[in-house]
């Protein structure tokens, strides 16, 4: 391999900004909290927190990343997901947690094969599609609730449903354990970036101290994440997602099939909708018909923080995620530092758009570096 | 000596990253003439038009119009001295109406304003009315949107017209239009500098001549004293080998693609043919003809298609992965839309077809080292974006995305369109060795000198049905022209 690393791209405002940013926000933070006599703000607690506030938004950002690589859209997640929680509210008293929590995945699945059957095989633009069963999905929450709150009052499947969402995991050996995988990895390749990935894992875990410890989504967010990093990276059906968004007549023409990757997007989108609304039912036992409203553009909005183009062929999902964190770091540091919770959305519309613009700026540079 | 009326002294154009469009240019534009300009691609032509037409500022040297020196510095300075640009793909916008369109530049009043619309059939009138004011652009066939194109152009009343590939598109009658607008406009003594691919229309249309090269004009003349082979080796800048017919007789193998009845609704009459391993297939018809439909039939792409495909006696299933999995490749006609994915790198875009789980690096770029050496590829290596690379260069690589052991079938859409001439006879060398090692290959191409120096048997298309089988020994250009357009009075561009 004499792949060279282009130091300057991997570490440019457009490749590297949104982790630049979130450790602006976090060190900006850190200091205000240091100058008004809070607690430290850097605790392995409060970020750990803080992933875990991210956490639901993350997992349907992730899968939103490779709808939109795909070049389509999905607005109706957070019905979907308020959906999943429905019917694992609705059924878990009946049949259990595990067979419940099956149901309600299926079911937004279903969500999925209707919005991306829709989109391919009618030909209707996705936007509109997914605004439609946003409302129509939301409906149906409404109707099975029929309108009230739900709640699980069985205590032996509450506490089933506690564990899976709220159990902390240590997390001390397994980050030393990746840490040095990467750095084995790192040597045996000669690459640098894994090692210096395992180098700052290394460290972020000493400072963390033996004891840490993440409420379980991180973890299911953290392994959602790297595989479907690892298939968009490493396999041909990952290359055939971008090719699909680059260019679906070149892809079609190269025998490949756009619409099975299509569909396959919405249906992925669903699912992990599904199991964010799994999560969410778990964490409070309950559902209220109104539960995840709006958080599909939070969802979109993390995305976008990570430089995924809404033109499709484009995007990362490591980097949806940070973008996630980034705007859970807002929410949360109003909300710790009591900053006035009132300028919350106005500072993230901010963000969103300045982040856009940087991309869009950066990228127009980028490419007339390119055409030289 | 009459004062030109466009005058180029030295033009130069440096883009600010360094690279050198244009190393001073000299063209003089006379009223009341056609001016022919041609280069190939990257010769620097169209950094020259849009310096004309005031879309770009030039880095050195002169501009003077009628005797005047002059800075344009945006289009619409250019528009008001009277140069309108005519771009290859036509700005329209395809949900106005033909009126609305021609009336773009209008700046002030009303939408439904009398005078206006009395200007804009004042103009269509001039060309002879080839189409309805009232139409939507977007219903109209591309031949009539190029001549709503040149209406929009002759709204400011320009005294300068400049075309770029006008006819690339267009059918042989709608070319006949813009042959017959562009005669009339100059007998009203404006002057028109026309690109253009085509060395015939060049020959038959202009006046005089000015060919670029590498940003310098290497050529200028009267057409009366050239022809095309001048004006052939003037753009390849060395003589070029004209592709003549292989000499031995072509040894084919036994039939392997074989059709019956394959037909798609509305677009292609039932087909029935077969191509032997080693043979190649050439496809001759107007545009339109359904050229493109019976390969996308072939390839399984078009989902409407019946009929029976089968390869080496098997019947071959009729979508692309199928197709694809049994040895049939597509290039399609339009690279940029349909061959590659801008995005993505040489290697990347090279190994769309490959299936399989993982994606293994090193093998990928080892062998798009070799398709780079291989068809001798222009490109700083594996790792390039195939966006970067010119035409020529990224139909290499679309057509070396199928050069792997499992494709049998080649099916190739124009592959020579909007190249220049030294990698066109490239890419027509490397088709004739495909077949040598065995592939069948089915070649449509509006260039019929191409097909009749390729072609080991000629399929001729009309209306969507194959109407003739022609041995390319015993028939030249002009009898093929007849036989894909189907009379023997329309002979394309005789003036």
């Known amino acids: 391999m004499n792949r060279t690393t282009d130091w300057r791209q991997i570490f440019g405002l457009r490749e590297a900004g949104v982790y630049y940013a979130l450790l602006i926000l976090l060190a900006l933070l850190a200091a205000i909290a240091q100058s008004h006599g809070l607690p430290n703000y850097l605790s392995a607690q409060n970020l750990g927190n803080i992933a875990y506030q991210a956490s639901l938004v993350g997992i349907m950002g992730v899968a939103m990343t490779v709808m939109l690589i795909t070049g389509a859209f999905d607005l109706s997640v957070a019905s979907v997901a308020a959906l999943a929680a429905a019917v694992l509210i609705g059924l878990a008293p009946g049949i259990g947690f595990p067979l419940a929590a099956l149901a309600a995945i299926t079911t937004a699945i279903g969500i999925g094969i209707v919005n991306g059957?829709?989109?391919?095989?009618?030909?209707?633009?996705?936007?509109?599609?997914?605004?439609?069963?946003?409302?129509?999905?939301?409906?149906?929450?409404?109707?099975?609730?029929?309108?009230?709150?739900?709640?699980?009052?069985?205590p032996e499947v509450l506490q089933q449903m506690l564990a899976f969402e709220s159990t902390r995991v240590p997390l001390f050996w397994p980050l030393l354990a990746i840490a040095a995988a990467l750095l084995v990895l790192a040597a045996l390749k000669r690459r640098p970036l894994p090692g210096l990935g395992g180098v700052v894992i290394a460290a972020l875990a000493l400072l963390a101290g033996r004891g840490f410890a993440v409420a379980a989504p991180v973890v299911y967010l953290a392994l959602f994440t790297a595989i479907v990093w690892a298939v968009l990276r490493f396999t041909v059906v990952g290359r055939r997602v971008y090719a699909v968004g680059g260019n679906a007549e070149a892809a079609r023409l190269s025998g490949i099939s756009v619409h099975a990757y299509k569909i396959g997007a919405f249906i992925l989108s669903s699912a992990a909708a599904g199991f964010a609304g799994v999560l969410f039912g778990c964490r409070l036992g309950a559902i209220n018909p109104t539960a995840l409203?709006?958080?599909?553009?939070?969802?979109?909005?993390?995305?976008?923080?990570?430089?995924?183009?809404?033109?499709?062929?484009?995007g990362s999902v490591v980097k949806t995620v940070v973008g996630a964190l980034l705007l859970f770091t807002l929410t949360n540091g109003f909300n710790v530092l009591n900053l006035g919770a009132s300028y919350q959305g106005l500072i993230e519309g901010i963000v969103v758009i300045a982040a856009a613009a940087i991309y869009t700026v950066g990228g127009k540079r980028g490419a007339r570096k390119a055409a030289a | 000596m009459v004062t030109p009326l466009l005058s180029l002294t030295g033009?130069?154009?440096?883009?600010?990253?360094?690279?050198?469009?244009?190393?001073?240019?000299?063209?003089?534009?006379?009223?009341?003439?056609?001016?022919?300009?041609?280069?190939?691609?990257?010769?620097?032509?169209?950094?020259?038009?849009?310096?004309?037409?005031?879309?770009?500022?030039?880095?050195?040297?002169?501009?003077?119009?009628?005797?005047?020196?002059?800075?344009?510095?945006?289009?619409?300075?250019?528009?008001?001295?009277?140069?309108?640009?005519?771009?290859?793909?036509?700005?329209?916008?395809?949900?106005l109406s033909v009126a609305e369109n021609m009336l773009l530049e209008q700046r002030r009043g009303w939408r439904g304003d009398r005078a206006g619309r009395a200007r804009a059939a004042a103009v269509a009138r001039m060309l002879g009315d080839p189409f309805d004011l009232d139409a939507i652009v977007g219903d109209l066939p591309i031949g009539t949107r190029q001549m709503v194109a040149i209406a929009q152009g002759l709204m400011s009343d320009p005294a300068l017209l400049i075309m770029d590939e006008p006819t690339a598109s267009l059918a042989g009658h709608e070319r006949e239009q813009v042959y017959g607008t562009i005669r009339r406009l100059t007998d009203e003594g404006r002057a028109v500098l026309f690109v253009s691919h085509f060395l015939d229309e060049i020959v038959a249309l202009t006046d005089e001549?000015?060919?670029?090269?590498?940003?310098?004009?290497?050529?200028?003349?009267?057409?009366?004293?050239?022809?095309?082979?001048a004006i052939a080796a003037a753009i390849a800048g060395r003589s070029v080998a004209a592709l003549e017919r292989a000499e031995s007789e072509r040894r084919t193998g036994a039939p392997l693609l074989e059709l019956r009845d394959l037909a798609s609704p509305g677009k292609l009459a039932p087909a029935s043919f077969a191509v032997a391993k080693g043979e190649i297939v050439g496809v001759a018809g107007m545009l339109g003809a359904g050229r493109s439909e019976l390969l996308h039939a072939i390839f399984g792409a078009d989902p409407a298609a019946e009929g029976l495909v089968s390869l080496g006696g098997d019947p071959v299933g009729r979508t692309p992965p199928e197709a694809?999995?049994?040895?049939?490749?597509?290039?399609?006609?339009?690279?940029?839309?349909?061959?590659?994915?801008?995005?993505?790198?040489?290697?990347?875009?090279?190994?769309?077809?490959?299936?399989?789980?993982?994606?293994?690096?090193?093998?990928?770029?080892?062998?798009?080292?070799?398709?780079?050496?291989?068809l001798a590829i222009k490109a700083p290596g594996p790792d390039a974006l195939v966006s970067e690379l010119s035409g020529g260069n990224a139909q290499k690589v679309v057509i070396a995305k199928w050069l792997t052991p499992e494709t049998r079938v080649l099916l190739l859409d124009e592959p020579t369109a909007g190249i220049d001439i030294g990698a066109r006879t490239d890419i027509l060398r490397l088709i004739r060795a495909l077949a040598d090692d065995g592939l069948a290959v089915v070649l449509v191409s509006s260039e019929f000198e191409e097909l009749i120096a390729v072609a080991d048997r000629i399929l001729v298309m009309r209306d969507g049905a194959v109407v003739a089988e022609v041995d390319p020994a015993a028939i030249d250009e002009a009898g093929l022209i007849q036989l894909a357009s189907g009379t023997h009075t329309d002979t394309g561009i005789a003036a």
């Not at chain 1, 958080?295 to 809404?310: D, K, N, Q």
């Not at chain 2, 001549?209 to 082979?229: K, P, Q, S």
């Open chain 2, 209 to 229: 001549v000015t060919v670029l090269r590498d940003g310098r004009a290497v050529l200028h003349a009267e057409t009366a004293t050239l022809d095309e082979a």
């Open chain 2, 324 to 374: 694809v999995a049994a040895g049939i490749a597509l290039v399609p006609e339009d690279r940029a839309a349909q061959g590659f994915v801008p995005g993505m790198t040489i290697a990347e875009n090279l190994a769309l077809p490959r299936t399989g789980t993982l994606i293994a690096r090193a093998a990928e770029d080892a062998a798009a080292r070799a398709a780079i050496d291989r």
């Open chain 1, 293 to 314: 409203q709006g958080a599909e553009l939070t969802v979109i909005a993390a995305a976008i923080l990570g430089g995924t183009s809404l033109l499709g062929g484009a």
């Open chain 1, 117 to 154: 059957v829709i989109v391919q095989f009618v030909g209707i633009n996705a936007f509109i599609v997914t605004l439609g069963t946003l409302t129509a999905v939301r409906g149906l929450v409404l109707v099975l609730t029929d309108g009230r709150s739900l709640m699980v009052e069985r």
């Open chain 2, 11 to 95: 033009v130069e154009k440096v883009w600010p990253n360094g690279t050198v469009a244009l190393r001073g240019v000299d063209l003089t534009v006379q009223a009341g003439r056609v001016h022919g300009l041609l280069g190939a691609n990257g010769a620097g032509k169209s950094t020259l038009i849009k310096i004309l037409a005031g879309a770009i500022p030039p880095t050195g040297g002169a501009v003077s119009w009628r005797g005047e020196p002059v800075r344009w510095t945006n289009p619409r300075s250019a528009r008001g001295a009277g140069v309108a640009t005519i771009y290859q793909h036509i700005p329209l916008v395809p949900t």
